[in-house]
């Protein structure tokens, strides 16, 4: 079946500071790959998303570039605000007709100003 | 557009209660899903509808009812809490012809079962 793993956290980097969260995935087929970002209190938000091999998803200055010969998806941000701590999730989505999204356990970031 | 909401957004139950939450959505979606969230395991699938009287079990369905009687409501029920079933509950929607699996979430409920 389809799994996700992600970088365990809690994470914690000043402002500006570089950020990766890593994710690597299993999966039959070609699944979409997605990051979800939750704000505290808050429900997830797509924060971005690859369909295919080599796309690169990016939104409010995070990347995450698509590698099927890895199977990863990792998440990066060249310069980190307090406003980004939260809680990041990976996820994919397979070839099911239910269109299920298949979770990562999630990385809780803490941006220090 | 109100979006996904969830009702209610806290509770607090004791061994053996029962309750219902709602979800509501708003944007005429076909397809809904329940998730709990707990600490280090991400989001778990509970139960799913691809449409009005339709229902389907996900990764952990068990403790957990659900109905789907009218298309932009998805009710998930608890018939006996149990502390196990404590945790976050989430509600995600989608449109059946959507190009891209992006689902739209609600806000959640925190339930705790003492």
């Known amino acids: ?113 | 557009n109100a979006g996904v909401t969830q009702t209610p957004k806290f509770r607090v139950l004791k061994t053996g209660q029962s309750m219902t939450l709602l979800c509501a959505q708003d944007m005429n979606h076909e397809y809904m899903y329940w998730y709990r969230q707990d600490p280090g395991m991400g989001l778990r699938l509970i139960h799913y509808s691809v449409g009005e009287g339709t229902t389907a079990k996900g990764e952990v369905p068990d403790g957990y009812n659900v109905s789907r009687l009218k298309k932009q409501n998805f009710l998930l029920g608890l018939e006996s809490a149990a502390p196990s079933q404590t945790s976050v509950y989430f509600c995600a929607s989608i449109r059946r012809g959507a190009t891209l699996n992006e689902q739209f979430f609600g806000p959640g409920t925190r339930l705790t079962v003492l």
């Open chain 1, 1 to 113: 079946g389809n799994s996700v793993t992600q970088m365990e956290g809690p994470v914690t980097l000043s402002e500006e500071a570089f950020l990766t969260i890593n994710c690597t995935y299993t999966a039959t087929g070609y699944p979409s790959l997605f990051w979800y970002v939750q704000y505290p209190g808050e429900g997830l938000q797509l924060l971005l998303k690859a369909t295919k091999a080599d796309d690169k998803g990016s939104n409010k200055g995070f990347e995450a570039t698509y590698r099927k010969e890895t199977t990863s998806f990792h998440l990066e941000k060249g310069s980190v605000q307090v406003s980004d701590s939260a809680v990041y999730f990976c996820a994919l989505s397979g070839s099911s007709s239910a269109r299920q999204l298949t979770f990562g356990s999630g990385t809780q970031l803490t941006v220090l100003p």
